[in-house]
C-alpha cells in the first residue's frame, strides 16, 4: 500500500491530538452554551444548572463507588416515604446533596423530589432563583445495596407567576414545559445525559479531572430494536392488552427481555440500542408506580427529543396535565415503532 508523505502524516496525527483535546475539554457547562449559542443570562443560567447537577452527580457517585466500605451508606434508615416506600440511607443522601448544591446557588426557587411530600423552598436567608428542580434522588433504589446500577433523574421548569406557593401555576403543568431534563446512570462508569431542547447529548466522568467529558452528541434512538424491558412478574395484574402483547413479543422472532430494576439503566440502553420499557397500570394500581413529573416527563423529554416517543398508552407523557405532585402515570417510552406497537394492543386489541 502507499504510504502518505511525512507531511499529511503529521498533520493527521495533529489532527487527531487536537480533536482528541479538544473534546477533552468539551465540558458539560460549555457544551450548553454551545448549544444555546448565546451568553445570554438564560444561557448562563442553564449551565450553571446543568453544572450544580454534574457537582451533585458526582457527589453521589463518590458515595456509591465507596458504600461497601463505608458505614451508613447500605440499607434502610426505618422511615416510609410519602409513596409509602421504605427509605434507604442513599435516598437520604442523595436528596439532601441535591438540595445541598442548590440551596446557596442563587439558581432555583424551590426543589421537588420523590423523597419530599412537600416541595423544598429555599430559605429567605439564601439567594432565590427563578428556576424550580425537580428530581428523583436515586432511582432504581432496590439495587443499592447490592451494587446494582441505579440512577438519577431531573428536569428544570421555570418559575412562572409571581406567587411561590402557587404550584398550581407552573409545577402542575405538562411536561412541555421543561426546559432542561435529563439522567445520571451509576453504573461502571457514571454518566450523565441532558436535553434542553436540542437533542441529546451524553458525558461520562472522568475520575481523573472530576469533569463529565463530552461522549456523543446528537443521541438518535434507533426506529426499533429488540429490546422488551418490563417487570414480568407483573403479568396477571396487567389488563389485557398489554398481557397480550407480551404474549405476541414472546411468539415473534427478534425480540429479547432486559429488566435491570432501574429505569435510567433500562432506558439508557433502549436510547442507544432501540427497544420499549413499559411500566403499565396493575389492576390494583391503574396508574402505575412511576410518577409523572420527575420520573416519567423528564425521560419522556430525553426520548422524544432523540426521535423516539413515551405514552400512557393514550396520551403522550409530555402532554399529561398533572393534578399533584406525585402523580402517578403508566408509562410506554422508546423507540417509535416499538411505543406504536404497544400503543396499537392498547388501543386496537393487537
Ligand atoms: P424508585 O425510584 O423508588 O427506585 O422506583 C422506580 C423504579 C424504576 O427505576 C424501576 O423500573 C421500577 O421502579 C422497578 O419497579 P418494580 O420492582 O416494581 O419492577
Ligand atoms: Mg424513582
Known amino acids: 500500500m502507499a504510504r502518505a508523505p511525512e507531511s499529511l502524516e503529521l498533520d493527521t496525527n495533529e489532527e487527531v491530538a487536537d480533536?482528541?483535546?479538544?473534546?477533552?475539554?468539551?465540558?458539560?457547562?460549555?457544551?450548553?452554551?454551545?448549544?444555546?449559542?448565546?451568553?445570554?443570562?438564560?444561557?448562563?443560567d442553564l449551565s450553571a444548572l446543568m453544572n450544580r447537577i454534574a457537582l451533585a452527580g458526582k457527589l453521589i457517585a463518590r458515595r456509591l463507588s465507596r458504600a461497601g466500605l463505608m458505614e451508613g451508606v447500605l440499607g434502610f434508615t426505618?422511615?416510609?416515604?410519602?409513596?409509602?416506600?421504605?427509605?434507604k440511607k442513599m435516598d437520604v443522601y442523595a436528596n439532601d446533596v441535591f438540595i445541598s448544591v442548590f440551596k446557596?446557588?442563587?439558581?432555583?426557587?424551590?426543589?421537588?423530589?420523590?423523597?419530599?411530600?412537600?416541595?423544598?423552598?429555599?430559605?429567605?436567608?439564601?439567594?432565590?432563583?427563578?428556576?424550580?428542580?425537580?428530581?428523583?434522588?436515586?432511582?432504581?433504589?432496590?439495587?443499592?445495596?447490592?451494587?446494582?446500577?441505579?440512577?438519577?433523574?431531573?428536569?428544570?421548569?421555570?418559575?412562572?407567576?409571581?406567587?411561590?406557593n402557587n404550584e398550581a401555576a407552573d409545577l402542575l403543568a405538562p411536561g412541555q414545559g421543561q426546559i432542561a431534563a435529563g439522567y445520571i446512570l451509576y453504573g461502571p462508569s457514571t454518566m450523565l445525559v441532558y436535553t434542553i431542547g436540542r437533542g441529546v447529548h451524553s458525558f461520562t466522568l472522568d475520575p481523573s479531572l472530576g469533569e463529565f467529558?463530552?461522549?456523543?452528541?446528537?443521541?438518535?434512538?434507533?426506529?426499533?430494536?429488540?429490546?422488551?424491558?418490563?417487570?414480568?412478574?407483573?403479568?396477571?395484574?396487567?389488563?389485557?392488552?398489554?398481557?397480550?402483547?407480551?404474549?405476541?413479543?414472546?411468539?415473534?422472532?427478534?425480540?429479547?427481555?432486559?429488566?435491570?430494576?432501574?429505569?435510567?439503566?433500562?432506558?439508557?440502553?433502549?436510547l442507544i440500542q432501540g427497544g420499549v420499557f413499559l411500566y403499565p397500570g396493575t389492576l390494583p394500581k391503574p396508574?402505575?408506580?412511576?410518577?409523572?413529573?420527575?420520573?416519567?416527563?423528564?425521560?419522556a423529554f430525553v426520548v422524544e427529543q432523540a426521535g423516539g416517543r413515551a405514552t400512557t398508552g393514550h396520551i403522550d407523557i409530555l402532554d399529561v396535565i398533572p393534578k399533584k405532585l406525585h402523580q402517578r402515570t403508566p408509562l410506554i417510552i422508546g423507540s417509535p415503532k416499538d411505543v406504536a406497537k404497544v400503543e396499537s394492543f392498547i388501543q386496537n386489541g393487537h
Open 213 to 270: 467529558i463530552l461522549t456523543e452528541e446528537n443521541i438518535r434512538i434507533p426506529e426499533h430494536g429488540p429490546v422488551y424491558s418490563v417487570n414480568e412478574g407483573n403479568f396477571w395484574q396487567w389488563d389485557e392488552p398489554i398481557r397480550e402483547y407480551v404474549r405476541y413479543v414472546h411468539r415473534t422472532e427478534g425480540y429479547t427481555a432486559r429488566y435491570s430494576g432501574a429505569m435510567v439503566s433500562d432506558i439508557h440502553r433502549i
Open 287 to 299: 396508574e402505575g408506580k412511576l410518577r409523572l413529573l420527575y420520573e416519567s416527563a423528564p425521560l
Open 19 to 44: 480533536k482528541a483535546l479538544d473534546r477533552d475539554c468539551t465540558t458539560l457547562s460549555r457544551h450548553v452554551l454551545q448549544q444555546l449559542q448565546s451568553f445570554s443570562p438564560q444561557a448562563q
Open 78 to 87: 426505618g422511615e416510609v416515604n410519602v409513596q409509602g416506600e421504605s427509605v
Open 104 to 164: 446557596q446557588s442563587g439558581l432555583v426557587c424551590r426543589l421537588a423530589s420523590e423523597e419530599m411530600e412537600k416541595p423544598y423552598y429555599i430559605p429567605e436567608n439564601c439567594p432565590v432563583g427563578r428556576y424550580t428542580l425537580l428530581y428523583d434522588p436515586i432511582d432504581g433504589s432496590s439495587n443499592t445495596d447490592t451494587n446494582l446500577s441505579l440512577g438519577s433523574i431531573f428536569a428544570i421548569r421555570q418559575q412562572e407567576g409571581g406567587d411561590l
